[in-house]
């Protein structure tokens, strides 16, 4: 049972920078699609960005504007999320969530409605001063 263990919150200042990880122990990450949402009290899940090992795509959410960037360690089964500049707005409980990409292209699971199989326990981020 693929298990994924997130990392990396915490409580920052405006402008800083956190990184978050998202482990899975012991699965190679190949033929998955992994994504981070957030979810802000009150709000909706809102996606933040996914990595389609198999199929090379990456997508972010329209409100990144390029301060957050996605990576793999194929070697330590982690996907990471860096955030830079980051603003009160990112406040969230940041989650991953795992999708297989053996029946379905990476893309299926940035779509609206898309179901994942696999989720972590969420990882809180709180930007304030």
């Known amino acids: 049972q693929l298990q994924l263990v997130e990392s990396g919150g915490g409580l920052v200042q405006p402008g800083g920078s956190l990184r978050l990880s998202c482990a899975a122990p012991g699965f190679t990450l190949d033929y998955y699609a992994i994504a981070w949402w957030r979810q802000a009290p009150g709000k909706g899940r809102e996606g933040v960005s996914l990595?389609?090992?198999?199929?090379?795509?990456?997508y972010y959410g329209d409100f990144v504007q390029g301060r957050f960037t996605i990576s793999i360690d194929n070697a330590k089964n982690t996907v990471y999320l860096q955030m830079n500049s980051l603003k009160p707005e990112d406040t969230a409980v940041y989650y991953c969530a795992a999708g297989a990409t053996t029946y379905r292209p990476g893309a299926y699971y940035w779509s609206p409605g898309a179901e994942y199989k696999y989720w972590g326990q969420g990882t809180q981020v709180t930007v304030s001063s």
């Open positions: 990595i389609s090992v198999s199929d090379g795509d990456i």
